[in-house]
């Protein structure tokens, strides 16, 4: 059952914007906002050395973590607190420092209580390097805003 979202693309931004505001660990990253609306969210970032493990390749964690991020800030679009239940990620190319990273997440289907994200993580070459699945939770707490309207 597909669920039928009125939220307008404005409440959405106002939500990912506070989002990210609070989110040290996305801004660690170093993940930059290129698109938020409703069930979906395009995150990108630049592989630092830093994120590298012991074969010189990307922690397996970046890129969750990018896909991770992307799927928060996708499924946060709406009224409703939305958290995280389960999680998978399946890794198809190798990830090397100053690869630039681009995920998408895109609500795949969802009823009033759960909902299911695909995000594909890219290198900035179109080659997918990670397939990433997951399923939340919308909590009954309403997203708080502190701006003047």
Do not use: K
């Amino acid at each position: 059952m597909t669920r039928i979202s009125s939220t307008s693309s404005a409440q959405s931004a106002r939500n990912v914007a506070t989002m990210l505001e609070l989110d040290a660990f996305t801004r660690w990253l170093g993940a930059e906002l290129v698109e938020a609306s409703p069930g979906r969210c395009t995150l990108q970032l630049r592989v630092r050395e830093d994120m590298l493990n012991g074969f010189g390749v990307s922690h397996g964690g970046i890129v969750f973590s990018l896909a991770d991020s992307a799927m928060a800030f996708a499924c946060n679009g709406g009224p409703d607190v939305t958290v995280a239940l389960e999680n998978a990620i399946s890794y198809s190319a190798a990830v090397r420092a100053g690869d630039e990273l681009i995920a998408v997440a895109q609500e795949e289907t969802a009823t009033n209580r759960h909902a299911f994200y695909r995000v594909t993580v890219r290198r900035r070459d179109n080659v997918v390097v990670a397939l990433f699945r997951g399923t939340v939770y919308r909590t009954q707490q309403q997203h708080a805003h502190h701006d003047d309207d």
